[in-house]
């Protein structure tokens, strides 16, 4: 049998069944039944060897992170995961790596209840994409565009831990293993997107950077918003192998948090706070809401701050 075919049975025989998935892995495309009422919501990441990991990343790591990017743009739409389907391009049909792959894959998958449905297998320099199907409540997504003058800023978590993982790896001298989960484990915040759709008015996860990311929820809201840098949280890992002028960098402009930003009413505040004790995840105001149509990073003393570079793009440089 083809190397592909015995990979893709092997794929299958992993992947765990739900009662809407009427065509799994197996035909030429997968069925699935959409609830009466519900919008479906469709994300689709690629991470590609060198770009998005360190070369030397394992491959259960790989495989956890491939779906938790896309987990998290469905967080970020306050959509419940149902589905996925996994592009693989391996440089060699290597059975053991797709063994450890799937363990950190499908270790995710089992955790937030989403089936993987279908895929593609090919050879080719290594790269995983995936697409994560979730559902919503029609005209219920949380999107970027709803940004209103006079909202809380808020952010889920930490920012800056993968950051800084990525710049000890960067540097090759000590590194520290929780932040390095940080970078390669990273966990989609689906539980406080869920909660937070009935409350925000705006949302965007973290991934290209926080200043840079914010500027799509201005540009999408037709809004400015201003951050005010020392409320940002940081934790206790990042703030012990950092000094404050690099950390503040790393939270800024690093990137590959998968936080969620969000936008909220003054009078959401109390509502917020209870979100976060149920779901288990700090929640920060870190700014607000202005008329305008830039983010503006603002000392304590209400100085602004220009950072370096806003965050990661792509074909920059
Ligand atoms: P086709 O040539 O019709 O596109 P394939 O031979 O590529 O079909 O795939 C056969 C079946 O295996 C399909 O159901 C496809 O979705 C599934 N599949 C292929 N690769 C993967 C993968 N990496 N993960 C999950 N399912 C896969
Ligand atoms: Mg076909």
Not at 93 to 98: D, H, I, Q, R, T
Not at 195 to 209: E, F, K, N, Q, T
Request: net charge negative.
């Amino acid at each position: 049998m083809p190397a592909e075919f015995s990979l893709i049975d092997a794929i299958a025989r992993r992947a765990a069944a739900r009662d809407d998935v009427v065509l799994g892995i197996g035909d030429d495309a997968a069925i699935l039944a959409v609830p009466a009422g519900r919008q479906l919501v469709v994300a689709m990441d690629t991470l590609n060897a060198g770009v998005h990991f360190p070369e030397d990343t394992a491959a259960a790591d790989i495989g956890w992170k491939a779906l938790a990017v896309n987990l998290s743009d469905l967080a970020a739409m306050g959509a419940q995961p149902a589905w996925c389907t996994l592009s693989l391009s391996l440089p060699e049909p290597g059975a053991g790596w797709v063994d450890g792959f799937l363990d950190g894959f499908l270790t995710l998958a089992a955790l937030h209840g989403v089936a993987l449905v279908g895929g593609d297998t090919t050879r080719g320099p290594l790269s995983v994409c995936v697409t994560a199907h979730g559902l919503v409540e029609a005209g219920r997504a949380l999107r970027r565009d709803g940004a209103c003058v006079g909202d809380d800023l808020w952010v889920t978590g930490a920012p800056g831990d993968a950051a800084g993982a990525l710049a000890q790896w960067r540097a090759g001298g000590e590194r520290d293993a929780a932040l390095r989960a940080r970078l390669d484990r990273p966990t989609p915040r689906v539980e406080a997107g869920l909660a937070l759709a009935a409350v925000a008015h705006a949302a965007i996860d973290v991934s290209d950077g926080l200043l840079a990311d914010l500027g799509h929820v201005c540009a999408a809201s037709g809004m400015g918003m201003e951050v005010e840098l020392d409320a940002l949280p940081a934790s206790p890992m990042l703030a012990a192998a950092f000094d404050p002028g690099q950390r503040r960098v790393l939270q800024c402009t690093g990137g590959d948090d998968y936080e969620l930003c969000f936008t909220a009413a003054r009078e959401q505040r109390e509502g917020i706070a209870v979100i976060a004790e149920a779901v288990g995840v700090a929640m920060t105001r870190i700014g607000r809401v202005v008329p305008g149509d830039a983010v503006v990073a603002l000392e304590c003393d209400g100085r602004r701050w220009d950072p370096p570079r806003r965050g990661f793009e792509h074909f920059a440089d």
